[in-house]
């Protein structure tokens, strides 16, 4: 029987190992410049680990790391490089199957892979227990939770990723989401001390109608056509939303019904006041239902969301970007994230 270093030489050997693509100016990452180099001297000769500073480098990363044929994807970073990260890997696989994909966290928000159940800690510690489970992966293979990703795309991207409308990603929303992520992203550093704060001073401020919540939840007017050919009609809506995750931040599970149906995810047409939509905060939290004459709700495998204005604004796991509408969600791919390492 091999001892625990000659299997690891020859997993090296013959296995194509991990792939680690480090975002260097997500949160926790920034605040330690020598994160990259304690990942890749505890990688050693079990992968590599890739800088992506731009979308540009993101997509050469994805192309080396293709023709390397790796075994699992890492990624450090947050929500947002999750997202970005995946949507690269998937447009640059043109339809392959993906790694299986190892969120490092490395973010100030890891909404993603607290919903999944990835194990909290720091990057180093993730990864060491990833390469553990890697080597072990023979007699052990890694445990991993399919989830299907959203993908979207407008008729015309005004902030695509490199020249392509198309994003992928777990979550995704208009109205006050883009207004409570423009508030929090004022308000200094993001971090999830920040982000309660933005919320604490966001209730506070539509209890007495204050200039804050005017800005956080400025109505999105539009329309939504479901896949099977139901229509939700022209209005306000304080936000129009859904996920293949039930988490979108601080713990609040607004989608309860992410895994009712294979290949749909959930969406919700938020039609409530703020003040109403505020009383209904500690049901969200725990995963409940609102009040049913307050949201609109289904579990499609597409939905068009169309609006009399110009452009449409919204946030694909925690970032926010613009397109001219309609903006198109359907059922992306299947991705298989690591976790229980």
Same mark, same amino acid.
Request: some cysteine; overall charge positive; hydrophobic content about 40%.
């Given at each position: 029987?091999?001892? =625990? ?27 330690? *410049? /020598? ?13 590599? !680990?890739?800088? @992506? ?31 970005? $990260? ?35 800690? *720091? *990057? ?6 990833? %390469?553990? @489970? &890697?080597?072990?992966?023979? /007699? ?27 994003? +992928? ?6 109205? !006050? ?6 508030? &929090? ?10 982000? =309660?704060? $933005?919320? =604490? ?12 919540? #005017?800005?956080?939840? =400025? ?17 306000? &809506? ?17 989608? &309860? ?6 290949? $749909? ?8 006041? #703020? ?27 597409? @939905?068009?969301?169309?609006? *009399?204005?110009?452009?449409?604004? +919204? ?21 298989? %994230? !690591?976790?229980?390492?």
């Amino acid at each position: 029987m091999l001892d =625990a270093g000659d299997q690891s030489a020859q997993l090296s050997l013959f296995m194509p190992g991990i792939g680690v693509v480090f975002n260097p100016r997500s949160g926790r990452n920034l605040r330690d *410049p /020598s994160a990259a180099k304690k990942l890749a001297r505890m990688l050693g000769d079990h992968g590599e !680990v890739r800088q @992506a500073r731009s979308i540009d480098e993101l997509y050469r990363v994805a192309e080396d790391f293709r023709s390397m044929d790796i075994d699992v994807l890492g990624i450090s970073g947050g929500d947002g490089t999750n997202g970005v $990260t995946i949507t690269g890997f998937i447009n640059v696989y043109q339809g392959n199957a993906l790694p299986q994909i190892a969120f490092l966290r490395g973010g100030t928000m890891n909404t993603i892979a607290n919903s999944v159940g990835v194990r909290r800690g *720091p *990057p180093e510690g993730l990864l060491n227990r990833l %390469i553990r @489970a &890697y080597v072990a992966r023979a /007699s052990r293979p890694l445990c991993d939770a399919p989830r299907h990703v959203m993908r979207l795309r407008g008729d015309k991207g005004l902030s695509g990723l490199h020249g392509l409308s198309h994003k +992928y990603g777990f979550l995704f929303g208009t109205g !006050v989401i883009c207004g409570f992520l423009s508030e &929090y992203y004022r308000n200094g550093p993001p971090n999830p001390v920040v982000a =309660a704060k $933005t919320l =604490a001073y966001g209730i506070g401020s539509a209890m007495v109608g204050g200039k804050t919540i #005017a800005r956080m939840a =400025a109505p999105f007017r539009g329309e939504v056509e479901l896949g099977n050919g139901g229509m939700w009609p022209e209005r306000d &809506y304080l936000a129009i939303a859904g996920g293949t995750i039930d988490q979108i931040g601080l713990n609040f599970r607004p989608f &309860y019904r992410y895994r009712e149906r294979p290949g $749909t995810f959930h969406l919700l047409g938020i039609h409530t006041k #703020a003040i109403p939509f505020v009383g209904q905060l500690p049901r969200i939290w725990r995963g409940l239902p609102m009040k049913a004459s307050y949201t609109y709700d289904a579990t499609p495998s597409a @939905a068009i969301i169309r609006s *009399p204005r110009k452009t449409i604004q +919204y946030m694909v796991d925690g970032d926010l970007h613009t397109c001219t509408g309609p903006l198109y969600v359907e059922t992306g791919p299947t991705v298989r %994230i !690591v976790i229980g390492t």
